[in-house]
């Protein structure tokens, strides 16, 4: 284990600083985006009556919710201290890492489709994690078994859809 560890360890840094300013306009521009597909997924979200359709409705709600907060965050900071546009190119790593999270949820919901929801997540979850950078084994567990619990909860319990006996 111990070897393991070190070899983790000195691997090298990528050159990604992390998210770009959020008071930056690409930030705006995709915060507003993100809240507006988020209004049209409510707003189908409303058509369907039936129990199944409280999950959509919550997700399509948070996503507004949080989407919109961002958007408004971000006007705000920039209308306080406008800041000058660099048109530098984003990190090569940051660009690549944004395109395999893209691929990753795409191929997620396509296997979720084949195999349901909850043994797709089990498998995507923590290798997911992993390829981004979480090598602690005990929060890749924890973070998996809080997902599998908050799917059963959602699904299972308040909406009477079986998650785990069969596909969705």
């Known amino acids: 284990m111990a070897i ?3 070899q983790i360890a000195d691997l090298p840094e990528d050159d990604d600083d992390g998210p770009a300013n959020e008071a930056s306009l690409g930030s705006i521009g995709f915060a ?9 997924f409510f707003w189908q979200s409303l058509q369907n009556n039936s129990p199944a359709g409280l999950w959509p409705r919550m997700l399509a709600g948070a996503l507004v919710l949080l989407a919109g907060a961002q958007t408004v965050t971000a006007i705000l900071t920039r209308l306080r201290a ?11 790593a940051s660009l690549h890492r944004k395109i ?3 691929a990753w949820l795409l191929v997620y919901c396509l296997v979720a489709q084949l195999t349901g929801f909850g043994p ?13 950078g979480y090598r602690n084994p005990i929060w890749i567990v924890v973070v998996t078994a809080a997902f599998a619990l ?4 959602m699904f299972d319990t308040v ?5 785990w006996s069969s596909r969705l």
């Open 100 to 102: 395999f999270t893209a």
């Open 150 to 153: 908050g799917l059963t909860l």
């Open 82 to 92: 406008p800041q000058q546009e660099t048109h530098s190119a984003p990190p090569r």
């Open 4 to 6: 393991q560890e070190d």
């Open 120 to 132: 797709a997540m089990l498998v995507f979850v923590p290798a997911y994690m992993l390829v981004m």
């Open 159 to 163: 909406a009477n859809v079986p998650v």
């Open 32 to 40: 507003a985006v993100v809240a507006i597909v988020g209004i049209v």
